[in-house]
């Protein structure tokens, strides 16, 4: 599913609303009184205090070790540790071995990518002569690890080009696919241009050749319905501090299939069977993945997240998300002198806008705004060759995100009209 659904209702204003009083940080002020108007959610998404809460709870009632225990306070913090992993992987449509916690999405990707430059991996083993194939579009967490692994066995990295539109040159990738691909790994949307990519269409060419398909999903399963399953991807990471949960977690989903079939990374603790002086043998998916450890509070916590999510529902926050790309777009573009860097229509895209101001640098474009109350993400959002590609070292980046309200946009239209002029650009 797109954000360009029409099947659901957005939320209206008063929904908006009562997301809101959920946030206490968005009643807040900054700089000269102003109000906080967030719309850095691309890089970070703000907690509701059911989140809080949750974690908060745990920490007094229940906090401990998880799997090694058999007093009370042990089997209670395995069960929550347990019952996150259950509501996470039902969220994304995957059994629930399938998922495994990481420290991040980063630390999943790199997972992976290391995984499979080891020789343990069997089939999957990248060797010279493989071919790795990614996009120009990529956060450098899905691009360095792909670099290093290229690196690492021989294999050559590939990718897949830009329109000038800011969307995926299709038209290249049959030839880009082929007998010699051993992996794609692609964002399922652009931190940056806000580009939802053809996932199906992906999947199926990777599939027809046998290769493995890694979907960088931080940027789509907190704003959309995401069903993993449903889009046939072998794998897929994302991260909880952007879908209202905390930092220090992120998700590995797989299928199952998959990682009983990959070598640990990590070793240590907890992720093992049996252990003697000399050797070593390993649990199974998921725990093999999980050395030293986990981030137990974390992982309640990110299950309050999605049960928050869930309760609002994906698919009205998705259509609501639409309302806010095409507000965003059309504020951007009223305004002289400021470009939009990638798609400058709302299909197929998320509420996140890269822009350029003429003749002033991102990081002013950024303090300006942030003076009047509003806060953006400014620089190359780690995606550099996105913006090389586009001609420009940087950019600002409003996103939003179902407690952005019309108001907020409209603030921001507001603010980023005066920037020029407060550079003296006319």
Known sequence: MTLTSTQATPLDHDEVEAIRADFPILHRTVGDGAQLVYLDSGATSQRPRQVLQAEYDFATTSYSAVHRGAHTLAS????????ARETVARFVGVPTDGVVWTRNA???LNVLAAALTDPEAGQYTLKPGDEVLVTEMEHHANLVPWQRAAARSGATLRWIPLTDAGRLDLATVDGLINERTKVVAFAHASNVLGTI???AELVAKAKAVGALTILDACQSVPHLPVDLGALGVDAAVFSGHKMLGPTGIGVLAARPGLLDALPPVLTGGSMVERVTMETATFREAPQRFEAGTPPVAQAVALRAAVDYLDRVGMDRIAAREHQLAQLLLDGVDSVAGVRVIG????????????FEVEGVHPHDVGQVLDAAGVAVRVGHH??????RRFGVNASSRASAYLYTTDADVERFVQALGSVRGFFGRS
């Open 76 to 83: 209670e913090a395995t069960d929550a540790f347990e019952a």
């Open 106 to 108: 980063t630390e999943g």
């Open 197 to 199: 990519n053809p996932v």
């Open 343 to 354: 798609p400058n229509d709302a299909e197929n895209r998320t509420a996140t806008v890269a």
């Open 382 to 387: 780690c995606a550099q060759p996105v913006h």
